[in-house]
């Protein structure tokens, strides 16, 4: 097994495995490059030979211990009826708004609708070396929600919590509609070789303690128990969740992914079942390489000793020196946890 | 001493005081219709009659405890020499960049340029009965320093960070500039009738507990320090902070306002020396009446019996429907503080 399913499942490690958020991504120069050549974004993300190039590059420069898949988390809606653009930010052209528009919704059985990533994995695994771990991954039944009936990035997100209050078993349909066909793409990746699965909530923290157990974590429990009797460890990414840290606890999962507003050490102490992964502030990598330095060491003595993953605590933004994302990744690469 | 006033010093009153930020807003028809007599959103601000008939207009309409003047966090940066627009979001033509720009950042002596507020406050205060508080309020300053280095509203928040990292000198020069001008700006505003005093520390949920007490709670105590002599409570509004809510009861202020993310009966009970204000999610409002009356029943039994003021967590969005702002209200005017 390797250092990055060890750290997973809580196994002995000689350091902390080590991924970025975003990791193929536009501070890459590389990167920008097979962007350009694709034209969209889209067009990039359904071009296997193309998405297998970008999820490959960070690995060859930094040496990191997992690829993750190159697409975006609206992909694998499309199958399901929705009209999706990007122009850069996501735009739906049918928002979900009552529950006639979430019956539309229909899971294709088999899952069908996204070869592209089928054949985008099978490229990303025959490249990489067995030691590095392959990433899929899906965005969260109450995040994917959320861009169905806002229609857009929100800042306010008073369309869909307007919808979850005035239409509740509308928009229990429509959680559980997301969860079960997010667990059925997610299956899918297994079986093309994702080797660890990641559900990103990216818009969690916008629920307070309230409404985070019903609409958000619920859902994300739905999908992630029908993936339980996989071999593949899934972690939870639960982005600006600090609050909920108390209830995270019983997501089914192997490892909670937390930002940089959780104090990483509260968090092993409160999952103690878990694994943990995070969460250097990624503005961090903004400041000179000594400091990068500094603060990563300072998030790796916060860390627990065995079940951490080092990992910002958000995606790497597209205005950080290469230098400086190398910085961080160096300064885990060589940590050595001591031997007792 | 006034319900709202008295609520602030954590006196006995019979029911909490209630207001809601934003409350002069776009939800309301009669403002609209002053904002589009005025044209632009900073001929409004600096039109005194205007300004003070939307200020006046909520409390009118629903029997609020509290006046906010009307204004904007960046509007007393212009005095500063920030060149400032609206489009509609916030746009600043000479964003700071180095020590050079900070250095250019000057405080009028005594503070001028905002000579407008003064008769709004003036306006609004003879308007309103002696039950009524008037709020006067700025941003704090690791908020207005992140207007002022990213240049408009961020979503990443990497150019200020990366900025007070490689540049620390200067952006702690650029921190106490902004305590001290708020500081004379806000004792302007008591002089002219501000009773309260709101700072809101709108970007604090931006750092982590590493970043925050140098770069927002330490320039906020600097500012609220200098304001120790006046008689009028002071309100850190501290947005986003609900993991730092163990450091936030060393702020030097009356009370402290949480959003809907912090728990209101673990906040009353991690700053027992403060008051504390909040914090119903706004997206609530955007449910049924009887919906927002339940959810704000269990907000009010959450709360803490003394040093308790009303709020929503967060401004109240241009689509809330008028009548589930009264409800909200209304259900905590109807509510009544047991006697022991």
């Known amino acids: 097994m390797n250092r990055f399913l060890s750290a997973c499942f809580k196994k002995p490690v000689d350091r902390p495995p080590v991924w970025v958020m975003r990791q193929a991504g536009r501070y890459l120069p590389e990167y920008r490059q097979v962007r350009e050549k ?11 030979e193309l998405a297998a190039e970008v999820s490959l590059q960070p690995v060859r420069r930094f040496g990191l211990d997992a690829a993750i898949v190159f697409s975006d988390i609206l992909t694998p809606l499309v199958p399901l009826g929705v009209e999706l653009e990007f122009s850069p930010a996501p735009h739906i052209a049918n928002p979900i708004r009552d529950a006639a528009d979430v019956s539309r919704l229909t899971i294709p059985e088999p899952w069908s ?26 965005g969260a039944p109450w995040t994917l929600a959320s861009y169905l009936v806002e229609g857009t990035t929100s800042r306010s997100f008073t369309k869909i919590k307007g919808f979850a209050l005035s239409q509740p078993d509308a928009f229990e349909d429509l959680l559980d509609r997301l969860a079960d066909a997010m667990a059925a793409y997610l299956r899918r990746q297994v079986e093309h070789g994702a080797q660890v699965l990641q559900i990103f909530d990216s818009w969690l923290g916008t629920l307070g303690a309230e409404d985070a157990p019903r609409w958000a974590l619920a859902p994300a429990t739905r999908l992630l128990e029908q993936l339980a009797d996989l071999v593949v460890p899934r972690i939870y990414f639960a982005n600006g969740g600090s609050h909920l840290i108390d ?33 250097l502030d990624p503005g961090i990598l903004m400041g000179p390489p000594e400091i990068i330095e500094r603060r990563t060491q300072a998030m790796l003595a916060k860390a627990p000793r065995s ?18 994302m190398a910085a961080f990744v160096r300064t885990v690469q060589e940590f050595r946890y001591d031997r007792d």
């Open 113 to 138: 609708g996204t070869e592209f990533l089928d054949e985008t994995l099978e490229r990303v695994r025959s490249e990489l070396e067995s030691e590095t771990a392959l990433i899929g991954f899906c």
């Open 38 to 48: 694709a034209g969209d974004f889209l067009t990039l993300c359904r071009t296997p």
């Open 307 to 324: 079940g951490y993953i080092a990992n910002l605590g958000h995606g790497i933004t597209p205005d950080v020196p290469v230098d400086h």
């Open 247 to 279: 209830m995270l606890g019983d997501v089914p999962c192997e490892v909670i992914g937390v930002d940089w507003r959780t104090r990483l050490d509260e968090a092993a102490a409160r999952l103690p079942d878990h694994a943990v992964q995070g969460n």
